[in-house]
């Protein structure tokens, strides 16, 4: 990004865990440092109150609104397995009509350049580990999100479409499991670590067990919001391709659910009785995704170690708890 013209850059899903971070990260670093907000450039962080995305016409007045020359892309429906399991239609048809929406008005609008966020869930189910950025065609993902799974596939379809057809820089980002601060906290329809906070914190509160689902044996990349949140915004300003690159930790970082539930355990001071249930699911046991392109294209990138992370979050989710998304 050049920094005489005025940049403005807007993120869709900018109220999310993944938006809140760069929001918090554009803030708080220095200004015009690596991460920093840069002279020159607005910053917008969408809400779906705002716009619904899944609507051609509301996304086209928040481009007239904004005038976005560069896009961050977060909005999605997200959810849970279960979610994803029982709505795979839902899931399919309303990211397919968000992301048609904003990739049409970005190239409608001549917005620079775009980038939209997939998921490791794109990957097929049945491939060579680790997973690299050139093995998401491969074959079908997992039947269990497919739906969700083939609308985030379709972008990086649609990325190649648009620059060979119109020469548009439109990019994506796949990053593997995220936590952090603003995350959803959801007893029943969050990721891992959320959820198990809650929990926890509920045990120590209600004086009665942690209770884990599954063996704790499946190992996981975690991947901190702020360090995603500085990753994408190198990817905005430094990364000049159309092809996705994964945006993690190291495959020597991952860690099993037992470690992140003793990391919990610790974080959150809970001194009562704490166990696995291991009549409920594993799920897979270790999907690892490698990040050299990363590594290879960045330099030098310092992730924050996991139990500082963690720590950070506690606090958050303590100090935020009747706002929190719970
Ligand atoms: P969140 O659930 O925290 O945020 C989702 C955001 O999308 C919210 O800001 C929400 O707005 C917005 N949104 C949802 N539906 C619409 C709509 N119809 N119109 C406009 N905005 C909408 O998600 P994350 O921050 O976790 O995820 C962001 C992206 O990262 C998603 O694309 C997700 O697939 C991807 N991802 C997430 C991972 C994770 O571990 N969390 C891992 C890999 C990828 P509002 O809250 O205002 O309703």
Not at 9 to 28: N, Q
Not at 76 to 100: H, P, Q, S
Request: with cysteine.
């Amino acid at each position: 990004m050049s920094s005489t013209s005025k940049h403005v850059i807007l993120v869709t899903g900018g109220t999310g865990l993944i938006g809140s971070a760069i929001k918090h990260v554009i803030e708080t670093e220095a200004p015009n440092s690596r991460f920093g907000k840069h002279d020159g450039e607005e910053w917008i962080f969408a809400r779906s109150s705002e716009g619904d995305l899944r609507d051609p016409v509301a996304t086209r007045e928040l481009f007239a609104k904004y005038k976005p020359t560069h896009v961050i892309h977060l909005a999605a429906l997200v959810g849970g397995l279960f979610k994803n399991m029982k709505y795979k239609l839902t899931f399919l048809r309303e990211n397919t009509l968000i992301n048609d929406n904003i990739l049409h008005t970005s190239y409608e609008t001549h917005v620079v350049k775009l980038i939209s966020c997939l998921s490791t869930c794109v990957f097929p189910d049945k491939v060579e580990y680790p997973l690299d950025e050139n093995k998401i065609h491969l074959g079908p993902p997992h039947e269990s999100n497919f739906g969700y799974a083939h609308a985030k596939r379709m972008v990086d379809v649609s990325n190649h479409a648009y620059h060979e057809e119109f020469g548009c820089n439109f990019t994506s980002a796949i990053p593997t499991n995220v936590f952090g601060p603003a995350d959803n906290f959801d007893l029943e329809d969050s990721h891992v670590i959320p959820g198990l906070i809650h929990k926890c914190y509920l045990a120590k509160k209600n004086g009665t067990p942690f209770v884990v689902s599954g063996t704790g044996k499946p190992l996981r990349q975690f991947i901190y919001s702020y360090d995603l949140a500085k990753l994408f915004i190198w990817q905005l300003r430094e990364y000049n391709e159309i092809e996705p690159i994964i945006l993690s930790v190291g495959e020597n970082e991952e860690i099993s659910i037992k470690e992140v539930a003793d990391s919990i355990v610790k974080a959150v001071g809970f001194q009562g009785d704490y166990k696995f249930d291991t009549s409920r699911s594993d799920g897979q046991f270790r999907k690892p995704a490698s990040n050299a392109k990363l590594l290879r294209l960045i330099g030098n990138f310092e992730f924050t170690p996991f139990d500082k992370a963690l720590d950070e979050t506690v606090k958050w989710f303590l100090d935020n708890y009747h706002n929190a998304r719970t």
